[in-house]
């Protein structure tokens, strides 16, 4: 079971930064994938950049070079640092997390959906 606790949404010029956070609590923190969505309304919610076991990244080529996706495993806190910020931006952005399993056949960010979601934080962005 892992428990997460997203903060740091806010509202915010275009051009200016934020960092979301994502505290998670559990016993299973080593062993699983994490990343952040986002939703806006009538719309699906989109994977935005992952964090495998491995240390590799995802993103998705609409944040490219603007977000950073990291965590300090001793804090047990997942980031996301978002920078150049766009009205686009504007959305709910969730946190999730996902026990990885043994053997892997889907997308880090679909293994994330099947995952364990925060109440998400609100990010606005404005012109």
């Known amino acids: 079971q892992v428990h997460l606790v997203e903060s740091g949404g806010g509202s915010v010029q275009a051009g200016g930064s934020l960092r979301l956070s994502c505290a998670a609590s559990?016993?299973?923190?080593?062993?699983?994938?994490m990343g952040w969505f986002r939703q806006t309304p009538g719309k699906e919610r989109e994977g935005v950049a992952a964090l495998d076991i491995d240390g590799s990244t995802t993103y998705i080529y609409a944040v490219q070079g603007r977000f950073t996706i990291s965590k300090d495993n001793a804090k047990n806190i997942l980031y996301l640092q978002m920078n150049s910020l766009k009205p686009e931006d504007t959305a709910m952005y969730y946190c999730a997390a996902a026990l990885v399993p043994p053997e892997r056949f889907s997308s880090v960010f679909d293994e994330l959906r099947r995952g364990y979601w925060g109440q998400g934080t609100q990010v606005t962005v404005s012109s």
């Open positions: 559990g016993d299973s923190y080593g062993s699983v994938s």
